[in-house]
């Protein structure tokens, strides 16, 4: 048993050194940046994962070419717009704001301008205050009376 | 009046949803445009499929009108567009290929056997067509890379100066040549 704990942990601690080894880099910030860019770059042949995540040919080609420009000491945006440059800005999880994704900043905001000032007006109107004058309580007194005289006859 | 508005709303939100899912059947999310068109092909210098210390660049490539093709033997769509693209040749379309090799990797494949990719694409060729005018052997996919390619078969129209004029994604048939490639063609080569 002890034995067999012994060696389950040795394989545990192998694959964690595995994962670290597998790219090398000068410093822990070049590290940092190519794991965020990994992330933040999306795959063009299966599309809705990063190229961290996939498997495919192109995802591991991209991966190798940030790793040479991130080692180049390119910065995170030079990055991102070398690749959007080459794949168009399918490439990048975060869309620029263009006249074409406007729509999807500006929708939202809309709808819930929209919605406060629909539940606004309704509160408006509800709450406008009505006038009773002495000539409306004459009048409701006559009505009472003569609804009276109809129920008895 | 206002409650009649009120009662077309919802009617306007069907509408509107439905133009959008209907868009949305014809759309092609594996259709990604190269963010290269109207730029020039970018500087390479790769090596000639079938012979050796002949080289190919960028430069040697201005002049002509051309198609750029990338495919590979392990692609089935490419094989299929063969038949087509030699055709295209036949009616004096230059067609250039850029041989995309799928997944080389020294580890799990040993070392790199040329002749026996050699011996492929001829016997491919020989079967199914030969649209090509030559092949450039983009062993690192480096070029691809570069033009923003993400799979095979995908091409690229070229004119004269080297500009990107068009890129398409997927196999070229002749419903795709006339909708796509054809008015361009007819302006570049009147």
Same mark, same amino acid.
């Given at each position: 048993?002890? +034995?067999? /704990?012994?060696?389950?942990?040795?394989?545990?601690?192998?694959?964690?050194?595995?994962?670290? *080894? #597998? @790219?090398?880099?000068?410093?822990?910030?070049?590290?940092?940046?190519?794991?965020?860019?990994?992330?933040?770059?999306?795959?063009?042949?299966?599309?809705?994962?990063?190229?961290?995540?996939?498997?495919?040919?192109?995802?591991?080609?991209?991966?190798?070419?940030? +790793?040479? /420009?991130?080692?180049?000491?390119?910065?995170?945006?030079?990055?991102?717009?070398?690749?959007? *440059? #080459? @794949?168009?800005?399918?490439?990048?999880?975060?869309?620029?704001?263009?006249?074409?994704?406007?729509?999807?900043?500006?929708?939202?905001?809309?709808?819930?301008?929209?919605?406060?000032?629909?539940?606004?007006?309704?509160?408006?109107?509800?709450?406008?205050?009505?006038?009773?004058?002495?000539?409306?309580?004459?009048?409701?007194?006559?009505?009472?009376?003569?609804?009276?005289?109809?129920?008895?006859? | 009046?206002?409650?009649?508005?009120?009662?077309?709303?919802?009617?306007?939100?069907?509408?509107?949803?439905?133009?959008?899912?209907?868009?949305?059947?014809?759309?092609?999310?594996?259709?990604?445009?190269?963010?290269?068109?109207?730029?020039?092909?970018?500087?390479?210098?790769?090596?000639?499929?079938?012979?050796?210390?002949?080289?190919?660049?960028?430069?040697?490539?201005?002049?002509?009108?051309?198609?750029?093709?990338?495919?590979?033997?392990?692609?089935?769509?490419?094989?299929?567009?063969?038949?087509?693209?030699?055709?295209?040749?036949?009616?004096?379309?230059?067609?250039?290929?850029?041989?995309?090799?799928?997944?080389?990797?020294?580890?799990?494949?040993?070392?790199?056997?040329?002749?026996?990719?050699?011996?492929?694409?001829?016997?491919?060729?020989?079967?199914?067509?030969?649209?090509?005018?030559?092949?450039?052997?983009?062993?690192?996919?480096?070029?691809?890379?570069?033009?923003?390619?993400?799979?095979?078969?995908?091409?690229?129209?070229?004119?004269?100066?080297?500009?990107?004029?068009?890129?398409?994604?997927?196999?070229?048939?002749?419903?795709?040549?006339?909708?796509?490639?054809?008015?361009?063609?007819?302006?570049?080569?009147?």
């Amino acid at each position: 048993m002890r +034995l067999f /704990l012994l060696t389950l942990s040795l394989f545990i601690s192998l694959a964690a050194f595995a994962q670290q *080894d #597998r @790219y090398q880099f000068d410093s822990n910030e070049q590290a940092i940046r190519f794991e965020e860019l990994t992330k933040e770059l999306r795959c063009p042949k299966c599309q809705n994962q990063n190229i961290a995540d996939s498997d495919a040919v192109v995802a591991k080609d991209l991966r190798d070419r940030v +790793l040479a /420009l991130v080692k180049d000491g390119k910065s995170k945006d030079e990055v991102i717009d070398y690749m959007i *440059d #080459r @794949y168009g800005y399918f490439v990048h999880y975060d869309p620029p704001v263009t006249p074409a994704t406007l729509i999807l900043w500006v929708l939202p905001v809309l709808i819930v301008i929209i919605g406060f000032g629909f539940i606004v007006i309704r509160q408006r109107k509800a709450s406008v205050k009505q006038t009773w004058s002495d000539a409306d309580e004459v009048m409701l007194n006559k009505l009472i009376k003569q609804n009276k005289r109809q129920e008895q006859s | 009046m206002n409650r009649k508005l009120m009662a077309i709303v919802p009617l306007l939100i069907f509408i509107f949803i439905c133009v959008f899912l209907y868009q949305g059947l014809f759309a092609n999310p594996r259709e990604i445009q190269t963010g290269r068109i109207g730029q020039t092909v970018p500087t390479f210098n790769l090596p000639d499929l079938m012979q050796d210390n002949k080289r190919w660049t960028d430069e040697q490539l201005k002049g002509d009108v051309y198609l750029l093709n990338v495919w590979g033997t392990w692609c089935p769509t490419c094989l299929a567009e063969l038949d087509y693209l030699t055709k295209l040749r036949e009616q004096g379309i230059k067609i250039i290929g850029l041989y995309y090799v799928q997944s080389y990797d020294a580890d799990f494949d040993g070392p790199f056997d040329m002749q026996a990719l050699r011996d492929d694409v001829s016997n491919m060729l020989a079967r199914a067509g030969d649209p090509y005018q030559f092949n450039i052997l983009d062993l690192e996919r480096s070029l691809a890379l570069d033009l923003g390619v993400s799979g095979a078969p995908e091409t690229f129209l070229v004119d004269k100066n080297g500009t990107i004029l068009l890129h398409h994604t997927g196999d070229i048939n002749p419903r795709v040549w006339r909708a796509k490639f054809a008015p361009l063609m007819q302006e570049l080569q009147p």
